[in-house]
């Protein structure tokens, strides 16, 4: 195999629209060994990014020792990515990893045993609960546990100790796909595929650096590239992307004027007549006020505030309105943006108006950042009701009463669940005095990080940690879980096409690292939450019976598991849902017959004003009942930039390909820590030759809510625009506890240390790429 740091995305396999992707097995081994020396392939998918890639995990004395992709696997056709291939198994036999509890004693982190450190949680939680009720309690989450993990959450969250304080960090990468298809559609849930990109003729990236963010899905647009009939490619990004560079329009924004663009692009839609007017009479509400909203934005006023050509948007406008087939992605170009879920909507517009919904190679993907996000928000670990059920409608919520076998009141139900912002907020008031995270690390992940470090070093928060290494948000914690992980567990995923994937348990945990699911399984059963009839709530005895318990609570709902089992998911591929009895093996798209779950009584929510984030009441909702339609939902562009004289700089944050998330595993794979090390600032040579700074200099970057020192790298980013990676907190190589050691002096580098808290009105996802930032050289 070539080597995948250097060569991203591997050898080219060319094939021709409306063929199937051709397969390419790739391998990586621990050195020395081959085939020969495996002892076992065991069955799972990469958990590294939303794409979602079936592999094997090779074994060898009972260690992962490498991974190899399964060629019948309909995600990935053998492929994996430098994270999957290097940083998929490596992390997990890192010598620092968590191995029994830790509590608090003296200030200090002690070891403990698993006894000592749930009856200190169980204890506090009982406390609290006597004391300040369920709303004390909130849980934050993550986008890599497993569907069983999540349903568990959510179950004890909400049916154990009834509070509506539970969200994930599937927040800052995917709520706003979540919010864009409800908004649209009436319900989550991805209407494409990725079969779509064998079949269109058009692609369009909006924010979405497919390249450096799903490595093996832009291997599948490559090959598409490479053969017979290209599909055209149009970009909508602020940055000189690799899916830039590849792209026959690339629109490069100015950064906060995506719904500006995208209101021009549904203009001249309208306005050339490309409206498939039958589609949109019989499958479609809102036409006339969408109409009247975009009306303004001719090319050149879009070009004015976007900073782009107009013949450009017309090029792009064209392709759209006059290819039979396009598909499109969107990410956090659009989801971190302001005005994300407007903006992303405009996307599912498009697609509405042209009538390009449930045909091959007609897909829209609102795409997922992490890996197990789609289960998350399925499950209601980000405080939805389970199911893609709606919190506002009262029959919802005593199916899953019935479900549970609890009182529908002690379902937190009626008002919008907690967001992952407002958790914080209210630990940083006080009201909530128990925080419980999992499997992530807001120290480094969320915005402002100067406050989320206050918040979380409260004396009077309870701060319980469940991970695999200690991190920066472990030093903050009363009690510190070790965590089993990827391959040391078995449960299933869903992707970002709604393919669920089984990952069987490949080797033992280290030391006394136990489950996510074990760990929430003891919680609940020491608290003995029980149901109406006096059962145990949570008597699972491991995660088949986590799956079988989902499996009836989706009955029925789009996300329909009940055709899935472990044996059903044993099989040479991932299964996508809605999957049936009748229908064993999965829609692979949804509403093929422009019939949405819309409706009063079926949708998942009841909508926003997409310009102030307001809740359509029931009856308000009830008035217009969609009824099967989908909505042609927008509102005004409205967008002030917030640089000044002092800040004059726009910063924009983003990933890299080498790492994911805040690196928590892939600074434990020496081949992606070695390729980015450490942070950097990407700036203009234009700004950088004003402040005389040069390539490869050290220099300061500051906003109103704190500063960095990172490396400057000039690049051909815009004027005006700088871009951080977000992935590096306090830590700068493998081992927390060394580099702290031997950075005592160190300077911050997280880019979030200077992020705004600002989030998006609708689906509450915070604005990661418009801060204002002044740059300085350190002489
Ligand atoms: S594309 Fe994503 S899921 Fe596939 S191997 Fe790479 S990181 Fe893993």
Redesign the pocket.
């Known amino acids: 195999m070539s080597d995948r740091i250097a060569d991203i995305w591997g050898a080219r396999t060319a094939y021709p629209r409306g063929h199937i992707w051709p397969n390419r097995v790739d391998q990586f081994l621990a050195d020395g060994l081959s085939d020969a020396d495996v002892d076992a392939w065991v069955q799972s998918a990469?958990v590294?990014?939303s794409?979602?890639?079936g592999c094997d995990i090779a074994v060898k004395d009972g260690r992962m020792v490498g991974v190899r992709g399964r060629e019948t696997d309909v995600v990935?056709h053998g492929r994996?990515?430098p994270?999957?291939l290097y940083g998929?198994w490596q992390p997990f036999n890192s010598p620092d990893r968590l191995t029994v509890p830790l509590v608090r004693q003296n200030g200090r982190l002690v070891e403990a045993s698993w006894d000592e450190a749930m009856n200190r949680i169980v204890a506090a939680s009982r406390e609290r609960l006597d004391r300040e009720g369920p709303g004390s309690h909130g849980f934050y989450t993550s986008g890599q546990l497993f569907l069983e993990e999540y349903y568990a959450l959510g179950t004890l969250a909400k049916a154990g100790i009834g509070t509506p304080h539970l969200d994930g960090n599937t927040r800052l990468c995917t709520a706003t796909a979540a919010a864009s298809l409800k908004e649209s559609f009436g319900a989550d849930g991805q209407p494409g595929t990725y079969e779509d990109l064998d079949e269109c003729e058009a692609l369009f990236c909006y924010g979405h650096n497919m390249a450096e963010t799903?490595?093996?899905?832009w291997s599948r647009v490559l090959d598409r590239m490479a053969g017979p009939d290209r599909p055209a490619l149009v970009c909508v990004d602020p940055r000189n992307t690799a899916v830039a560079r590849e792209a026959d329009v690339h629109l490069r924004l100015r950064p906060g004027t995506n719904l500006a663009l995208m209101h021009g692009l549904v203009r001249e839609v309208i306005a050339q007549g490309w409206v498939d007017q039958d589609y949109v009479a019989a499958h479609t509400l809102g036409f006339e006020r969408l109409a009247d909203t975009v009306a303004p934005w001719s090319p050149e006023r879009v070009a004015e505030v976007c900073g782009v050509d107009p013949g450009e948007i017309r090029e792009a406008a064209r392709i759209f309105g006059t290819t039979p087939r396009v598909t499109s992605t969107v990410l956090q170009g659009f989801y971190q943006a302001p005005q994300a879920t407007a903006s992303s909507c405009q996307v599912n517009n498009l697609h509405l108006l042209r009538g390009m919904l449930g045909k091959p190679g007609c897909g829209v993907m609102q795409m997922n950042g992490q890996?197990t996000a789609q289960n998350t928000r399925e499950c209601g670990a980000n405080g939805d009701l389970a199911g893609f059920r709606n919190y506002a409608n009262p029959e919802h919520v005593q199916e899953l009463a019935d479900l549970w076998d609890v009182d529908a009141d002690h379902i937190p139900h009626g008002e919008p669940p907690t967001h992952a912002m407002q958790i914080f907020e209210l630990a940083e008031q006080g009201d909530i005095s128990m925080l419980w995270i999992s499997a992530t690390n807001p120290a480094v992940s969320l915005p402002q990080l100067p406050r989320i470090r206050e918040i979380l070093a409260k004396p009077e928060l309870f701060l319980v940690v469940q991970d695999l290494f200690l991190t920066e948000t472990s030093e903050f914690a009363d009690v510190v879980l070790p965590a089993a992980g990827w391959g040391e567990k078995t449960g299933t995923f869903t992707n970002a096409d709604r393919v669920v994937h089984l990952s069987r348990q490949a080797v033992e945990p280290p030391g006394e690292a136990r489950s996510d699911l074990a760990i929430f399984l003891d919680y609940a059963a020491r608290m003995d939450f029980r149901t109406r009839s006096g059962r145990r709530l949570l008597d699972w005895a491991g995660p088949e019976d986590g799956f079988t318990a989902w499996v009836e609570c989706s009955r029925g709902r789009l996300c329909d598991y009940t055709g899935l089992s472990y044996e059903r998911l044993s099989g040479g591929t991932g299964i996508p849902w809605p999957s049936s009895p009748d229908e064993p093996d999965g829609k692979v798209r949804l509403y093929t017959d422009g019939t949405f779950p819309s409706g009063t009584q079926e949708c998942e929510d009841y909508g926003h004003d997409l310009a102030t984030g307001d809740p359509l009441e029931p009856d308000q909702f009830a008035g217009v009942d969609p009824g099967g339609r989908a909505m042609l939902k927008t509102c005004d562009f409205e967008f002030d930039a917030t640089n000044s004289e002092d800040f004059p700089l726009l910063l924009s944050t983003g990933r890299t390909v080498y790492h994911f998330h805040t690196r928590t595993k892939t600074a434990r794979a020496p081949q992606l820590q070695a390729a980015a090390p450490e942070p950097w600032i990407e700036i203009s040579a234009a700004d950088a030759a004003d402040l005389r700074i040069r390539d490869g200099d050290k220099c300061s970057v500051h906003s109103k809510q704190g500063s960095v020192e990172v490396k400057a790298r000039i690049t051909d980013i815009q004027p005006g625009v700088v871009f951080a990676p977000f992935h590096y907190g306090a830590r700068t190589g493998a081992g927390f506890d060394q580099d702290r050691a031997a950075n005592t002096d160190a300077r911050p580098t997280a880019a979030n240390e200077l992020i705004q808290t600002e989030i998006d009105p609708v689906s509450k996802q915070p604005v990661y790429k418009c801060a204002a930032v002044r740059v300085e050289a350190i002489s």
């Open positions: 990469c590294l990014c794409t979602g890639c990935n994996l990515g994270k999957g998929s799903q490595t093996v899905l890996p």
